[in-house]
Every structure is written in structure tokens, then in C-alpha cells.
T-cell receptor
């Protein structure tokens, strides 16, 4: 069965500092991987996705993620965090075909301090 | 272009009651997926509908059921509500096999 682990429940970073959110997945075949962001009272917004090809994926809002098959990881990064990035971030894995039965991690809540 | 909308925004029910949640898909999307997000958890896949047929189901009991209509809007029905059903219910629409767009969710509280 597919699964996702986000080991950090809560992360605090200073505005302007770099950010890395960790994600490890378990899936028997080639995974379809996603990062979503959820602001309070909002639905989920897709930041980026990996289906195949280049293992470094660029997304919206200046985010990027790197797929490392040997480590079963798909960590999210941003070089300089803005206060508006404060939100909850979810890593997810989907089956072949991408979007059927997507499994989400438990999320990492990001706090940004001045 | 109108995004995914869900109604109602909030709902309070008591144990044993039944509830219906509604979702209007984004224009041109023929697939709808429903997710349950308990407090402090990630969303959990309930089921997906494609062209009015169930197209995959997660680990939820049969008292969770759904419908998709010819205009691709959808309903989630939950019978015999339990306290643990309290959660944010998210709907996502997409063209089949393509990116999902999420609605803002319905917050269900079961007392």
C-alpha cells in the first residue's frame, strides 16, 4: 500500500531564510508525487508535481522539489521564505494514472517569523 | 471561470443522523473525488466518480456513499453519523487523469 511520511509536524523559519520540508513515500512502482499547500479556511492548492523526467521540479510561488528514488524522498524547498508562505504543506503520492486514490501525508505546519 | 464550490460551508449534526454534502465541479471537469480531513491530519481519499460511476474507493464503510450527476456535480452522503465523522470534507474536480482542483470544503461537526 502506498504511504507518505512527513516527519516534521511544525517548522518555524525566519522571513528571508531558506526552507526545506521533508517527505518520504512508500510505493511499489514509479510514484506520482505532489506537494499541496493549505491556508486556513482554504482548500488545497497544488504547488508542484512529479510524474517522470527531470528529478528537480519547479512549482509555483518559487517552490521546487527534488525526487530522489534511492532515498524515497521528495523534499520541498524554497530559497527565501515570505511571511505569506505561512500555511500547512502536504506531500502526497498517487497511483499510476496520477490522480486516482491520492494518499496524503499528515502535513507540516510552517510558521514564518519576522 | 468558476472554481470548485461546496455547500454548505459548515454543518452541525447529531449522532445517528444523515447528511448530504454538495460539490459543483469546475467547468469541463468530468471527475470528482471526495476526501475527509480530520483535525490535524492530511486528507483521506473517500471515493472518486467519473461520468456518474464510482471509479475507486478508499477505506471507508458503505455508509459513505456518493452520486455524480450528468452536469458532473456531486453529492457525498453519510448515514448513521458517528462522532469520528467530524471533519473537513473536501471535494476535488478534474478532467480524468489530470490535475485536481479542490474546493474550500465543508466543515461537519457531529455532536
Amino acid at each position: 500500500a502506498q504511504s507518505v511520511t512527513q516527519p516534521d509536524i511544525h517548522i518555524t523559519v525566519s522571513e528571508g531564510a531558506s526552507l526545506e520540508l521533508r517527505c518520504n513515500y512508500s510505493y511499489g512502482a514509479t510514484p506520482y508525487l505532489f506537494w499541496y499547500v493549505q491556508s486556513p479556511g482554504q482548500g488545497l492548492q497544488l504547488l508542484l508535481k512529479y510524474f517522470s523526467g527531470d528529478t528537480l521540479v519547479q512549482g509555483i510561488k518559487g517552490f521546487e522539489a527534488e525526487f530522489k528514488r534511492s532515498q524515497s524522498s521528495f523534499n520541498l524547498r524554497k530559497p527565501s521564505v515570505h511571511w505569506s508562505d505561512a500555511a500547512e504543506y502536504f506531500c502526497a503520492v498517487g497511483r499510476s494514472g496520477g490522480y486516482q486514490k491520492v494518499t496524503f501525508g499528515t502535513g507540516t505546519k510552517l510558521q514564518v517569523i519576522p | 471561470e468558476t472554481g470548485v464550490t461546496q455547500s454548505p460551508t459548515h454543518l452541525i449534526k447529531t449522532r445517528g443522523q444523515q447528511v448530504t454534502l454538495r460539490c459543483s465541479s469546475q467547468s469541463g471537469h468530468n471527475t470528482v473525488s471526495w476526501y475527509q480531513q480530520a483535525l490535524g491530519q492530511g486528507p483521506q481519499f473517500i471515493f472518486q466518480y467519473y461520468r456518474e460511476e464510482e471509479n475507486g474507493r478508499g477505506n471507508f464503510p458503505p455508509r459513505f456513499s456518493g452520486l455524480q450527476f450528468p452536469n458532473y456535480s456531486s453529492e457525498l452522503n453519510v448515514n448513521a453519523l458517528e462522532l469520528d465523522d467530524s471533519a473537513l470534507y473536501l471535494c476535488a474536480s478534474s478532467p480524468i487523469g489530470d490535475e485536481q482542483f479542490f474546493g474550500p470544503g465543508t466543515r461537519l461537526t457531529v455532536l
